[in-house]
């Protein structure tokens, strides 16, 4: 049996993109012109007017010049971009630096960050400390998620790891290591039996 292939960090990012997100439409959609989804029915876009979207439509209408990304609106979950901010991530840094365990993020935080820093720079302010800082906050994260599989004790691999405060990004640097770490540990357990 292989080990589980990790996603790479394109698939990563195609999977955030189905996170829903806050945009502000510049235009009028035509009346009753509401939108169906997969995921459910959008409102009629009303220039001026946050909406929630998936995060590839918002992409998909960023990139035409349609509408900006609104950082504090949030969804129907109490969900927002509003961590983006560079105040928020700054003392995210610090918790995560100084703190164990990991605070709770979305699970696609990073590749959600990492889009909005590549495709809607506009929307924030500040994106090269906002990309700073989370590359730092992404550093920390992943050291502490390295350490917490190191410290477990080889005989509780066949035992479940609870990763609820880690994402996708991270979860997915150690994926291939949890998978063989434990088929090689049982294969020894196999051998002294």
Known sequence: MQAASCFTSAELRFLAEDVPTSVIPNFNGRKGGDVTLLQGKINAFNATEALMVPFWMGLHLKRQGKCTFSVSTLDRKGHSLEWLKESRLSSAVQQEKHLDPPQRLEFHAI???????????EDMLNWHSTNDLLSELNSYRKQKLR?????R???????????????ANELNSIRDFIAQSSRIYRSILAEKE
């Open 111 to 121: 590749e959600t960050a990492e889009l909005m820093c590549r495709y809607a720079r």
């Open 147 to 151: 350490q917490y599989v190191f410290r």
């Open 153 to 167: 004790n080889p005989a509780n691999l066949t035992r479940a790891y609870y990763f609820s405060d880690y994402g």
